[in-house]
């Protein structure tokens, strides 16, 4: 079993590198888009328009894929049958390719009436609507793409395609200027590339791999059993995911009121905290999904129990001790990052409040991206779903409740509480179904988030004593990479040191099964 996580580890830090830089591409991605727009009524009007293709890629492509077609595929690959595997892929690509591109004519057909929702400028939206729209077919196919890799154990094609769309949404309105108008436009043109980007990195990868399809006609593609399951498998997928965007034009609509400033600051904070995620929790996900839907098909339930185990003992490793670092130094962070031009004190200020709520939710959801497909992995999409469905109810009331005395802030931590319900709620459902080492696996985990708060508490606390002394020092430097980007450097040393330091005198396994899967990648010649 150690060659199998460590496999994995290897695997998701192959794939969590190129998930950092694609992340920190997001970034820039961030600014590009401020510098080009700002605030304004083009920046509003291309948020707008770019809002329900983005809603609907989560839908069909990041939804669909993780939740019905890995684990369908990876059965038709245990079956080692492969005539029935590529009808399979052919059902899915003619079903999926059909779907995408009625829904994007739809959706272009109809812009005019669907942006009537928004209060931003509507004859700038519907177009910026029309022209995005094709993304979301290009995204679509590129996510089937990735399906068909991570099921093969194959990720660096899917870590690099999200590299590539940021590139090119960065890239274009810099090449192009106004040429197609305003710098919204360009960016929409920018954006329709980076989905055909991420399709064609991957497709080589594919067709390398020995995978052939193409169209079926729709009544054999629909009768395919794969197809079926799939489709059954996505429904409820489909309403958890809607759920989650009611919940986010909810919170969204609640931090408007919440003042001027609430609604902006969370989004910055939330781009911080995907960052974080990024580094390790999504790439752990992906590659752990496949592993656990092998042992469920195959009933090898010690396996899949232990593999469950370790992955939330490793998510466990990482979030916490950087969430309660991050909420220690936030303000520096934030200052370092954003503090520019419009971005001012009071910006920060904002930023910096709702950043401190949203971290400390980061353990939950990270342990979400493990518990979840653990389910998906057994074939069932409804629990996540209506645990889902709870998490909503629960952020929505405690918005609420909470934006009155706390405003932005409040919604944050709404949010973050809703993530723990959503991680409890899944917890008590894995215990009642009596996997055997399912429980033994949960309270190992459990025991192990005492122990690294513990841990985390211990490295955090000569940072917080310090952070005075570096203020005094640095605090008054006109550039911020002195004033705020020196005293996080010091501080993140201290704090590594002595969080490393502490792994090393208990001899923690978990860590050195991470170090020791690091090492062996090294070792092996004409591996990259």
Same mark, same amino acid.
């Given at each position: 079993?150690?060659?199998?996580?460590?496999?994995? #580890?290897?695997?998701?830090?192959?794939?969590?590198?190129?998930? =950092?830089?694609?992340?920190?591409?997001?970034?820039?991605?961030?600014?590009?888009?401020?510098?080009?727009?700002?605030?304004?009524?083009?920046?509003?009007?291309?948020?707008?328009?770019?809002?329900?293709?983005?809603?609907?890629?989560?839908?069909?492509?990041?939804?669909?894929?993780?939740?019905?077609?890995?684990?369908?595929?990876?059965?038709?690959?245990?079956?080692?049958?492969?005539?029935?595997?590529?009808?399979?892929?052919?059902?899915?690509?003619?079903?999926?390719?059909?779907?995408?591109?009625?829904?994007?004519?739809?959706?272009?057909?109809?812009?005019?009436?669907?942006?009537?929702?928004?209060?931003?400028?509507?004859?700038?939206?519907?177009?910026?609507?029309?022209? =995005?729209?094709?993304?979301?077919?290009?995204?679509?196919?590129?996510?089937? #793409?990735?399906?068909?890799?991570?099921?093969?154990?194959?990720?660096?094609?899917?870590?690099?395609?999200?590299?590539?769309?940021?590139?090119?949404?960065?890239?274009?309105?810099?090449?192009?200027?106004?040429?197609?108008?305003?710098?919204?436009?360009?960016?929409?043109?920018?954006?329709?590339?980076?989905?055909?980007?991420?399709?064609?990195?991957?497709?080589?990868?594919?067709?390398?791999?020995?995978?052939?399809?193409?169209?079926?006609?729709?009544?054999?593609?629909?009768?395919?059993?794969?197809?079926?399951?799939?489709?059954?498998?996505?429904?409820?997928?489909?309403?958890?995911?809607?759920? $989650?965007?009611?919940?986010? @034009?909810?919170?969204?609509?609640?931090?408007?009121?919440?003042?001027?400033?609430? @609604?902006?600051?969370?989004?910055?904070?939330?781009?911080?905290?995907?960052?974080?995620?990024?580094?390790?929790?999504?790439?752990?996900?992906?590659?752990?999904?496949?592993?656990?839907?092998?042992?469920?098909?195959?009933?090898?339930?010690?396996? $899949?129990?232990?593999?469950?185990?370790?992955?939330?003992?490793?998510?466990?490793?990482?979030?916490?001790?950087?969430?309660? #670092? %991050? =909420?220690?130094?936030?303000?520096?962070?934030?200052?370092? @990052?954003?503090?520019?031009?419009?971005?001012?004190?009071?910006?920060?200020?904002?930023?910096?409040?709702?950043?401190?709520?949203?971290?400390?939710?980061?353990?939950?959801?990270?342990?979400?991206?493990?518990?979840?497909?653990?389910?998906?992995?057994?074939?069932?999409?409804?629990?996540?779903?209506?645990?889902?469905?709870? %998490?909503?109810?629960?952020?929505?009331?405690?918005?609420?409740?909470?934006?009155?005395?706390?405003?932005?802030?409040?919604?944050? @931590?709404?949010?973050?509480?809703?993530?723990?319900?959503?991680?409890?709620?899944?917890?008590?459902?894995?215990?009642?179904?009596?996997?055997?080492?399912?429980?033994?696996?949960?309270?190992?985990?459990?025991? $192990?988030?005492?122990?690294?708060?513990? #841990?985390?508490?211990?490295?955090?606390?000569?940072?917080?004593?310090?952070?005075?002394?570096?203020?005094?020092?640095?605090? %008054?430097?006109?550039?911020?990479?002195?004033?705020?980007?020196?005293?996080?450097?010091?501080?993140?040393?201290?704090?590594?040191?002595?969080?490393?330091?502490?792994?090393?005198?208990?001899?923690?396994?978990?860590?050195?099964?991470?170090?020791?899967?690091?090492?062996?990648?090294?070792?092996?010649?004409?591996?990259?």
């Amino acid at each position: 079993m150690s060659d199998e996580a460590g496999n994995m #580890f290897r695997e998701g830090g192959k794939l969590s590198l190129l998930t =950092m830089a694609s992340r920190i591409l997001g970034l820039a991605r961030e600014m590009t888009r401020a510098a080009f727009m700002g605030t304004g009524v083009l920046a509003d009007a291309f948020a707008a328009a770019f809002t329900l293709p983005n809603f609907l890629r989560r839908l069909f492509a990041e939804g669909s894929m993780t939740a019905a077609f890995i684990p369908t595929f990876t059965g038709y690959l245990a079956e080692k049958d492969e005539e029935k595997a590529k009808e399979f892929l052919s059902a899915t690509f003619t079903v999926l390719v059909a779907l995408v591109l009625a829904v994007v004519a739809l959706g272009i057909a109809f812009a005019p009436w669907i942006v009537l929702i928004f209060r931003s400028d509507r004859s700038e939206t519907a177009l910026l609507t029309q022209m =995005m729209f094709p993304f979301l077919a290009l995204v679509s196919v590129a996510a089937f #793409f990735q399906g068909i890799l991570n099921s093969i154990g194959v990720f660096t094609p899917s870590g690099m395609a999200p590299i590539l769309f940021n590139v090119c949404w960065i890239a274009v309105p810099y090449l192009v200027g106004n040429a197609f108008g305003n710098p919204a436009r360009a960016m929409a043109v920018g954006i329709v590339i980076g989905g055909f980007a991420q399709a064609l990195v991957q497709l080589p990868a594919v067709l390398r791999a020995g995978w052939r399809f193409g169209f079926i006609s729709p009544r054999r593609a629909l009768r395919n059993p794969g197809m079926r399951r799939v489709l059954a498998l996505v429904a409820p997928t489909i309403l958890g995911m809607a759920a $989650y965007q009611v919940n986010f @034009l909810v919170s969204s609509a609640l931090a408007t009121d919440a003042g001027t400033g609430a @609604l902006s600051s969370i989004q910055y904070s939330l781009r911080l905290q995907e960052l974080v995620l990024g580094v390790f929790v999504v790439s752990l996900s992906t590659v752990l999904l496949p592993d656990l839907a092998g042992s469920a098909r195959e009933g090898d339930w010690g396996s $899949y129990s232990d593999s469950l185990g370790k992955g939330l003992r490793a998510m466990i490793l990482v979030t916490v001790p950087v969430a309660l #670092f %991050s =909420m220690v130094v936030g303000k520096d962070i934030v200052t370092l @990052l954003f503090k520019a031009r419009e971005f001012d004190a009071e910006s920060v200020r904002l930023t910096t409040a709702a950043f401190f709520w949203h971290m400390t939710g980061l353990v939950f959801i990270a342990m979400n991206r493990v518990i979840a497909p653990a389910f998906y992995a057994c074939s069932d999409t409804k629990t996540p779903t209506w645990a889902g469905v709870v %998490s909503f109810g629960a952020n929505i009331l405690l918005a609420v409740v909470l934006v009155g005395p706390m405003k932005g802030p409040g919604i944050a @931590l709404a949010l973050s509480a809703a993530s723990a319900v959503n991680t409890f709620v899944l917890v008590a459902v894995l215990l009642r179904r009596n996997i055997p080492g399912a429980s033994r696996a949960v309270a190992a985990a459990g025991r $192990y988030f005492l122990r690294l708060l513990a #841990f985390s508490v211990l490295a955090v606390a000569p940072v917080l004593l310090a952070r005075r002394e570096f203020a005094q020092v640095f605090g %008054s430097a006109r550039s911020r990479l002195v004033s705020a980007g020196l005293p996080l450097l010091l501080d993140t040393i201290v704090f590594a040191v002595i969080g490393v330091g502490l792994l090393v005198i208990s001899k923690d396994e978990m860590a050195a099964l991470i170090v020791s899967a690091l090492r062996r990648r090294r070792g092996r010649p004409g591996r990259g």
